[in-house]
């Protein structure tokens, strides 16, 4: 049984950095494409990076320069470091696995993030 767990979320406040963290069981992290999700309040799913199994990391136009994916594989785990964060970035992240971001049957449970001042 595949599972992950989402860590590291918070407050913080504008301008701020946090460390995600997604640690999977089941499932060997280094052998398939990990992607990072958003919900915001009220909003729909918004893709924000991947890395794929070459480590080659993609993002999102609105947190390029700012958030940077990486793998740990000691930890089976892959790492959202999250820096000059921003009000728009809170919301509920979770780490999925796989090819289609959107698969809820991909992913875990999330972690929240609130950024305000």
Same mark, same amino acid.
Request: charged share 25%.
């Given at each position: 049984? !595949?599972?992950?767990?989402?860590?590291?979320?918070?407050? =913080?406040?504008? %301008? %701020?950095?946090?460390?995600?963290?997604?640690?999977?069981?089941? $499932?060997?992290?280094?052998? $398939?494409? =990990? @992607?990072?999700?958003?919900?915001?309040?009220?909003?729909?799913?918004? #893709?924000?990076?991947?890395?794929?199994?070459?480590? #080659?990391?993609?993002? *999102?136009?609105?947190?390029?320069?700012?958030?940077? $994916?990486?793998?740990?594989?000691?930890?089976?785990?892959? @790492?959202?470091?999250?820096?000059?964060?921003?009000?728009?970035? *809170?919301?509920?992240?979770?780490?999925?696995? %796989?090819?289609?971001?959107?698969?809820?049957?991909?992913? %875990?449970?999330?972690?929240?993030?609130? !950024?305000?001042?």
């Amino acid at each position: 049984e !595949v599972r992950l767990v989402e860590s590291g979320g918070g407050y =913080v406040q504008p %301008g %701020g950095s946090l460390r995600l963290s997604c640690v999977a069981s089941g $499932i060997t992290l280094r052998e $398939i494409t =990990v @992607h990072w999700v958003r919900q915001p309040p009220g909003k729909g799913l918004e #893709w924000v990076s991947r890395l794929d199994t070459r480590d #080659w990391p993609r993002y *999102a136009d609105s947190v390029k320069g700012r958030f940077i $994916i990486s793998r740990d594989d000691a930890n089976n785990a892959v @790492h959202l470091r999250m820096y000059s964060l921003k009000p728009e970035d *809170a919301g509920m992240y979770y780490c999925v696995v %796989g090819d289609d971001y959107a698969d809820e049957g991909r992913r %875990g449970q999330g972690t929240q993030v609130t !950024v305000s001042p």
